[in-house]
């Protein structure tokens, strides 16, 4: 009796989480698209702080 009382909690907290993320997701699409995008063009390999701006030949 206890084992299925702490199966239908699992699932209660498992569809709460699935439909917290869900909103999220329709709430911040826009968004979270943008920073997804700007993630997936960004250099790893480069280092802004390395740069040279026309503010450092000053």
Do not use: H, N, Y
Not at 18 to 26: H, K, R, S, V, Y
Not at 28 to 48: E, N, Y
Request: a negative charge; proline letters at 5%.
């Amino acid at each position: 009796m206890g084992k299925s009382k702490g199966t239908k909690q699992a699932l209660v907290v498992f569809g709460a989480l699935a439909f917290g993320w869900l909103a999220i997701e329709l709430a911040f699409g826009p968004l979270l698209d943008k920073a997804r995008a700007a993630m997936g063009k960004s250099d790893p390999t480069q280092d802004p702080d390395d740069e040279e701006t026309a503010a450092d030949d000053k």
